[in-house]
């Protein structure tokens, strides 16, 4: 009985320990299963955060595409705001730095004719002293109206800056408004010379035509008079015209 006994309880006990094995072996089975398909998963998982990844980076680089050129156009019409601005306020100092020439010379020409009639005891003394005063007043007013405007010229040349250098970095190549305004005082100032020497040799021709009328009339004076069909009045008076 005792050899049966401990043969029947062996094979029990193998029994037991088959089912043990079993039982492991499913489990580590399941843990191997579980561990495939959590790597798959993982996988997957890892391929769509790539994707989703790719597509939010395009997105991104084509939204701040779209955002570049749509800075570089507002940096354009800027540009332009900024070209008309500057130009119509160079324009406005332009004249009124004119305005101040000439208003220099009525000072000087109002000074000159009031210190003649004081020289002279001219009752007109008044007048001129009255109205050197109202030109002062006007040209103290248009200096103060001229740095106006020369201030907001400066404070809208500093706001462009940044505008200037964006379009710089962008390769947008454009006229500054300072240059397009230099050019056009240039032009001016090349069509008053021009005008000046047209009108100067104008009036050469005249004097030169002036003078040698006079030589005419004199010379006919010394020979005998005038010629037939032009009295001296005629002449006389055509010589004051000229000079008038």
């Excluded at 000074?111 to 005063?133: G, M, R, Y």
Aim: net charge negative; hydrophobic share 30%.
């Amino acid at each position: 009985m005792g050899e049966n006994d401990r043969e029947e309880k062996r094979k029990v006990e193998y029994q037991q320990f088959l089912e043990v094995v079993s039982q492991h072996k499913k489990l580590l089975e399941l843990t191997v299963y579980n561990c495939d398909l959590s790597i798959r998963v993982t996988g997957l998982v890892e391929e769509m955060v790539a994707e989703a990844c790719s597509a939010i980076k395009a997105r991104f680089d084509r939204t701040n595409q779209e955002l570049g050129d749509l800075r570089v156009e507002v940096h354009k019409e800027y540009l332009e705001f900024f070209r008309m601005l500057y130009l119509t306020l160079g324009n406005l100092i332009y004249k009124k730095e004119k305005k101040l020439e000439e208003l220099d010379r009525n000072i000087r020409s109002t000074h000159i004719q009031l210190e003649f009639c004081i020289e002279t005891f001219d009752p007109n003394a008044k007048k001129h002293s009255d109205a050197k005063k109202q030109l002062y007043q006007v040209r103290a007013q248009t200096e103060e109206e001229l740095n106006m405007l020369k201030e907001k010229q400066n404070k809208a040349q500093e706001d462009f800056q940044s505008t200037e250098e964006q379009l710089m970095s962008a390769g947008i190549e454009f006229q500054h408004p300072a240059d397009e305004q230099n050019e056009e005082v240039l032009n001016r100032r090349s069509k008053m010379v021009e005008y000046r020497a047209h009108l100067s040799k104008q009036e050469e021709v005249k004097i030169a035509a002036e003078r040698e009328e006079i030589k005419r009339a004199k010379s006919l004076k010394q020979g005998g008079g005038a010629p037939a069909g032009v009295p001296m009045g005629r002449i006389t008076n055509t010589n004051t015209n000229s000079f008038t």
